[in-house]
């Protein structure tokens, strides 16, 4: 009976599965030649999971900068236009964070006086949060925005639109700093950040 229940279940999410794959509208895309299979394999993967995390509508949750709880507001206040976010948690390996940091400065002359770039930080030193490389980092206060990588601690990128719409999610990673540079280039094709 167990082994009925097991295939019904697959069935059930295979179906889901097709039904998402049919009703995902692509409409943005960009293009990085790969070489070897392990770099296609990690580009891939990345580029699905960020494509099936797309469109999802943040929570109107409240955030914090600095160590100033007092001051806390809801995040659609911050939504004017697009914004580039860096969500990151200090339960995370420090180098894979600044690596981040660095590829953000390289490509965004003016990075630490960008309002379209924040610095989203969990679990974060408050002596760090005041200044985080020229800039202050913007924390929640009770609720996460409801993304489906907020469970992890792994840095990841994303915009969301005046709408709390998410949209261009990725998933830096030290070991492929040419897809990150791609990313950012992207990213100021589109005129976010700029």
């Known amino acids: 009976m167990k082994w009925v229940a097991n295939i019904i279940l697959f069935l059930l999410l295979l179906i889901n599965s097709f039904i998402l794959w049919i009703n995902y509208d692509h409409k943005e895309e960009f293009v990085i030649d790969i070489d070897d299979k392990y770099n296609q394999q990690y580009f891939s993967d990345n580029y699905k999971t960020a494509i099936y995390s797309n469109r999802v509508i943040a929570k109107d949750c409240e955030v914090f900068f600095g160590n100033d709880t007092c001051e806390s507001f809801n995040i659609s206040q ?5 914004i580039l976010f860096f969500r990151f948690s200090g339960n995370f390996c420090d180098g894979c964070n600044e690596f981040v940091i660095r590829k953000l400065q390289e490509h965004f002359d003016n990075f630490s006086h960008n309002d379209k770039i924040v610095l989203l930080g969990k679990n974060i030193n408050p002596r760090l949060k005041e200044n985080y490389n020229g800039k202050k980092v913007l924390s929640y206060k009770n609720d996460y925005l409801g993304l489906p990588f907020e469970e992890l601690d792994f840095p990841f990128m994303f915009v969301i639109d005046e709408n709390r719409l998410v ?6 990673d030290k070991t492929f700093p040419g897809y990150f540079d791609s990313y950012l280039k992207f990213i100021k094709e589109t005129g976010v950040a700029n």
């Open 78 to 82: 911050l939504l004017t236009d697009d």
């Open 167 to 172: 949209k261009m999610i990725f998933l830096p």
